[in-house]
């Protein structure tokens, strides 16, 4: 049972607006992956309250398949987009220049022992293109204005908290604050972990209510009543990652509902090769990590420090950074490396 609300208004009209974008281009009526797309993205994140099957049980035609035997392409994504966690995932990590359906919401993944990172930082470099190794000073360029804009391929900007006391302090707030500001500018994604002391100060960012002047976006960004206008770039993303059992207890409503939740465990993303690698270590996890005395008490968390439940796929994850090679990628001998690579890490 939920004692307080998770969800709010703002909720609701994000998924009006999105159904309405979707109409708005494919011309025609919602279509039942159309609404399931919406639903998922807007009213999840909560691992015990099945939203869609909700929704399911008040609109009875939310089953029903567009005809698709004149489609294109194009239209086909349009009327039955991906309501997988990875496809939603995927798409709500695009930007507004690559979406059919209106700017995205800010993101909010809840997540346990932050496996979310890792999954962020696989698909920011799959969905919106970035680079880990193009330095900033490459991808960077000034426009007929002298201006200069962001190609989108600079790495995510991560800025984690702590609770050590000068972490908490103003001084150490307001420097946080700053950084964002200047990836506000230039249109590097943010992503904040276990900084709640200063997600009240980005409240009007979160709404997404810009004023504009010029064609540029301008928003309020400050400390209580100290707060100064800020350019936001179009290629602009913020993304808070904090433990499920955090945001459940400890975030304040008003936060929670502003952002499009999901709810990510690494296991859930996997692709279907990954999850046959992820078989295979588990099976060589057990074998690693048992002993054949039977008054042993040694676990696998014994054998490899800080073990959970999520680690094997997580480690995946990272080999498959490692060893990204859009030559060998998809054949028996990559996902053999992939293997390899992640026993090592392991």
Not at 135 to 153: C, F, Q, T
Not at 295 to 322: C, H, L, M, R, Y
């Amino acid at each position: 049972k939920q004692d307080r609300a998770f969800f709010g208004l703002r909720d609701f009209y994000s998924l009006i607006k999105m159904l309405y974008w979707m109409c708005e281009k494919s011309n025609r009526p919602p279509t039942g992956p159309q609404l399931e797309h919406a639903i998922k993205r807007n009213f999840g994140g909560l691992d015990s309250l099945k939203t869609y099957e909700i929704f399911k049980n008040h609109l009875g035609k939310l089953d029903t398949q567009p005809d698709l035997s004149n489609a294109s392409t194009e239209e086909r994504e349009i009327l039955t987009p991906d309501c997988t966690p990875l496809g939603l995932i995927k798409t709500s990590l695009s930007t507004k220049e690559i979406t059919w359906h209106g700017e995205n919401r800010y993101l909010l993944f809840l997540t346990e022992n932050y496996a979310a990172l890792q999954v962020l930082k696989h698909y920011l470099h799959e969905v919106v293109g970035l680079s880990s190794n193009v330095p900033i000073s490459d991808v960077l360029e000034e426009d007929m204005g002298g201006e200069i804009v962001s190609r989108r391929r600079i790495e995510p900007f991560i800025l984690f908290g702590s609770s050590f006391p000068k972490d908490r302090e103003y001084t150490q707030v307001c420097r946080n604050i700053n950084q964002i500001k200047i990836c506000m500018e230039t249109g590097r994604t943010v992503i904040l972990l276990n900084l709640e002391n200063l997600y009240e100060s980005l409240y009007d960012l979160l709404n997404q209510y810009y004023i504009v002047l010029g064609g540029t976006r301008y928003v309020d960004l400050g400390l209580q009543t100290h707060r100064v206008k800020c350019r936001v770039h179009n290629d602009f993303k913020l993304i808070l990652i904090a433990e499920k059992g955090t945001v459940y207890e400890k975030f304040p409503t008003p936060l929670i509902n502003r952002l499009e939740k999901h709810f990510v465990l690494t296991e859930t993303v996997l692709l279907d090769w990954q999850k046959e690698v992820l078989i295979r270590l588990e099976e060589w996890i057990k074998q690693f990590s048992t002993i054949t005395d039977s008054n042993s008490s040694f676990k696998t968390q014994d054998a490899f420090v800080g073990f959970q439940n999520d680690t094997p796929a997580s480690v995946i994850f990272q080999a498959t950074e490692q060893l990204r090679d859009e030559e060998f990628e998809g054949t028996e001998e990559w996902r053999e490396a992939i293997f390899k690579c992640s026993c090592e890490i392991l």
